[in-house]
């Protein structure tokens, strides 16, 4: 058997010759030396029985049922728009939609405008109409939607990429949070008959100081709340990392192409991974699975195991035929914060699903196939979801700075996170608490340290919840969402 301690010293070396968070390794020596140790690595992860085929492979063969003929039934002579339609996700989704019976697909995208008041027609050919549009124009989606009159609508545009967007703050506040309230507002007023959204499963995370998962977050709430005072039938979707347009997966191939290191956040980094038919038919089936007075969220309910992305360099290394050296740059902004177990919950190990947290799974069903997920968000203050967004709106339109954007984001966050917890029962929070320091799980990955915003939220919400309970003997918020809480965690 193998000795951990040979891997483990073999990865020290690593970070004692090219320490992480220092400009790339220039020099020739360290190139030469951080070589031989990417190979040797190579050696022992062979000798482990990986590298032996591509670490996605299931991944990417992987299917989940589509309930087709239901779909179908929706879609029939249906104009249908999707927002992001040049991207990987919009594009398979624009030629699947024909494919099922929509009389003609509109897709908007901001790749060809040249400016966010940029709206034009690029392309018509009667099944298909492309626009380049920023959905953060209001008025010029506004002009789409007056002509092509949509019923149903796939907003799936958004600024996607976490390292990114802590560098544009605002323009990600203003894509994924105010670009979504104009596609709310439109489908509103144009009588748009169901609208699903594509959201990710960072936004699960009870709290989260990222930005792209916390606009995510804040979107996933416009969408509750347009449930709770709309019209419109909206659901949406919570993807992971899609393989098919892996940007990490993209910067391997294009360093090892430019016989260039290939840098790597760090070990023990892991994704989960999911392809483009299983996002395709997600999406789809949340047409079907929509309900008026409820948002719905749908996951993939079997995501495999997770992937570590040092296999994945080593294995594209390996297969290239070239000897490149990898090096660990260190964790950049964006992909920063660590996995909170409090997450996830552990009286059920073999079900928890880590795109659900534990409140959202409270209300966990699963479909006839076995193939969906499907749970709806937890209630929270509307108040102060608007008191937030009139704050982040000024901010952003009135040129402040993007580190008080992020600021004022946080901070939204958290008050709405903390409303959240005040109406959970004290029983599920002490459960979520215990899951998440739990003495008996010893490792030196879990620093708490790095989880005190979310377990002083808790604790403040414990509180809360307790003294409510003293006074009248009932939950905060006496619904169905929580009778069943005591239920389910009552081990």
């Known amino acids: 058997m193998l000795d951990q301690k040979d891997k483990f010293n073999l990865l020290q070396s690593f970070l004692q010759i090219a320490p992480p968070y220092l400009p790339e390794p220039q020099d020739s020596e360290i190139f030469s030396l ?125 600024q996607r990429l976490p390292g990114l967007a802590e560098i544009q703050v605002r323009e990600t506040v203003t894509t994924n949070i105010f670009g979504t309230y104009n596609i709310i507002r439109l489908c509103e007023e144009y009588g748009v008959s169901q609208c699903v959204f594509s959201s990710t499963g960072k936004a699960s995370r009870y709290f989260t100081a990222e930005v792209y998962a916390a606009t995510k977050k804040m979107a996933e709430w416009l969408f509750a709340r347009a449930t709770a005072e709309g019209k419109v039938t909206y659901s949406l979707v919570r993807f992971t990392h899609l393989i098919d347009n892996s940007y990490f997966c993209q910067q391997y191939d294009d360093r090892i192409k430019e016989n260039r290191l290939v840098n790597v956040h760090a070990p023990d980094r892991y994704i989960l991974g999911q392809n483009i038919s299983e996002a395709l038919h997600l999406l789809l089936n949340a047409l079907v699975f929509a309900q008026e007075d409820r948002l719905k969220i749908l996951v993939c309910r079997n995501l495999g195991w997770p992937i570590e992305t040092l296999e994945v360099a080593l294995y594209k290394i390996s297969q290239s035929g070239k000897k490149l050296p990898v090096y660990f740059q260190g964790v950049v902004p964006g992909y920063e914060e660590t996995f909170f177990r409090g997450q996830v919950d552990w009286s059920c190990p073999h079900e928890f699903h880590l795109l659900l947290n534990v409140i959202e799974s409270l209300t966990k069903e699963i479909d006839e196939s076995g193939d969906l997920m499907i749970c709806s968000l937890p209630p929270f203050s509307l ?22 954007i992020k600021e004022a984001l946080t901070t939204a966050i958290k008050d709405i996170t903390r409303s959240i917890f005040a109406q959970t029962s004290p029983e599920v929070l002490q459960k979520i608490i215990y899951w998440g320091t739990d003495p008996k799980v010893k490792s030196s990955k879990i620093a708490l340290n790095s989880h005190q915003d979310v377990l002083q939220l808790l604790f403040e919400g414990l509180n809360q919840a307790l003294k409510q309970k003293r006074t009248d003997q009932r939950l905060a918020v006496p619904n169905v969402y929580y009778q069943n809480s005591i239920k389910q965690l009552a081990s």
Not at 121 to 128: E, F, G, P, R
Not at 385 to 401: F, G, K, P, V
Request: charged residues 25%; glycine residues 4%; negative net charge.
């Open 34 to 158: 951080l070589q031989q140790l990417t190979e040797e690595l190579i050696k022992i992860n062979r000798k482990e029985g990986l590298l032996q085929e591509d670490p996605f492979a299931e991944v990417r063969s992987r299917t989940i049922h589509l309930y087709e003929s239901s779909i179908k039934a929706k879609l029939q002579n249906k104009v249908v728009l999707v927002t992001g339609g040049e991207g990987c996700v919009g594009s398979n989704l624009v030629q699947k939609l024909i494919s099922l019976g929509a009389r003609r697909v509109i897709s908007v995208d901001k790749a060809r405008c040249a400016n966010i008041s940029h709206t034009q027609l690029i392309d018509d050919d009667k099944l298909v109409a492309r626009y380049a549009v920023d959905i953060r124009n209001a008025k010029g989606m506004e002009c789409i939607f007056e002509s092509e009159k949509p019923e149903i609508v796939f907003h799936v545009a958004a």
């Open 383 to 404: 108040d102060l979801l608007a008191q937030h967004l009139s704050i982040l709106e000024d901010m952003c339109w009135n040129r402040l700075t993007e580190v008080q």
